[in-house]
Nanobody, 127 residues
Framework: QVQLVESGGGLVQPGGSLRLSCAAS????????IGWFRQAPGKEREGVSC???????NYADSVKGRFTISRDNAKNTVYLQMNSLKPEDTAVYYC?????????????????????WGRGTQVTVSS
């Protein structure tokens, strides 16, 4: 059974950092496209980042230079390091995977492109 389980969310002050983790089970991360989405209250889901099987990374313009996606295939885990957090980063963050794709391509921002989603972890940026 394929599962994606996020952890690491919480409350942080503006300018702070958090690292989200996504533990995958039921499949191996090798040769799979995997990433992160987020959804803020009252807003649509937004693609945050996607990483290909050869570690080519993509980021939303709103997080470029502040967020870094990485993957540890040995641990079957994906990470999202979030620095210089802003109140507008407040959202539920979801780990996502497309098990039929090795590369993120032009569709990585589309929520329907991913066939597996985690349950999400809440990130709140507030003073």
């Amino acid at each position: 059974q394929v599962q994606l389980v996020e952890s690491g969310g919480g409350l942080v002050q503006p300018g702070g950092s958090l690292r989200l983790s996504c533990a995958a089970s039921g499949f191996t991360l090798d040769y799979k496209a995997i990433g992160w989405f987020r959804q803020a209250p009252g807003k649509e889901r937004e693609g945050v980042s996607c990483a290909t099987s050869d570690d080519i990374t993509n980021y939303a313009d709103s997080v470029k230079g502040r967020f870094t996606i990485s993957r540890d295939n040995a641990k079957n885990t994906v990470y999202l390091q979030m620095n210089s957090l802003k109140p507008e980063d407040t959202a539920v963050y979801y780990c996502v995977a497309n098990l039929q794709a090795r590369f993120c391509g032009s569709s990585w921002r589309q929520s329907t492109w991913y066939n597996y989603w985690g349950r999400g972890t809440q990130v709140t940026v507030s003073s």
